[in-house]
């Protein structure tokens, strides 16, 4: 089994990885959606990402995720600028589905505050199962 531990989630099922800072700090993260939520979506068949240099607010609708069931929102888990979007995703968005913690990120910003986000603990509690499977 992976370890998310390093990982801070939302209620929205979105992860967030803090990258990791020269002096510990970190001020920069990478963000996607879990597994749960690409299971629940069904076959990703289309992503808008927000442009690098974007502005983005937590909480706030920043892209789209388009499946064979439904459509789905992106909102902002932290309030930053956007450094860089997965092209990859945008052109393959099945990646969502087969690799939402790896290949299958969504973008990177630089943040200006971290927001309490839920820990791996709390979201498997939110989900009633591991959180992170599909």
């Known amino acids: 089994m992976t370890d998310y531990s390093d990982l801070k989630f939302t209620a929205e099922h979105e992860w967030v990885r ?3 800072a020269a002096d510990g700090v970190p001020t920069r993260a990478t ?3 879990t597994a749960y939520a690409a299971e ?4 990703v068949v289309y992503v808008d ?3 690098e240099g974007s502005a983005i607010a937590d909480g706030a609708v920043v892209g789209e995720i388009e499946s064979t069931k439904s459509v ?5 888990p932290l ?3 956007v450094l860089e979007k997965n092209s ?7 990646l969502v589905n087969s690799d939402p913690f790896g290949e299958g990120w969504l973008i990177r910003v630089e943040f200006t505050d971290l927001p309490e986000l839920l ?6 509690a939110l989900t009633g199962d591991d959180g992170v499977s599909a």
Do not use: H, R
Request: no cysteine.
């Open 72 to 76: 789905g929102e992106l909102f902002a």
């Open 49 to 51: 990402l927000p442009a």
């Open 40 to 43: 629940k979506l069904g076959d």
């Open 79 to 81: 309030t930053g600028v």
């Open 31 to 33: 963000i996607g959606i």
């Open 88 to 94: 990859a995703v945008e052109e393959s968005p099945e």
């Open 18 to 20: 803090l990258d990791a």
């Open 119 to 124: 820990s791996y603990a709390e979201y498997q």
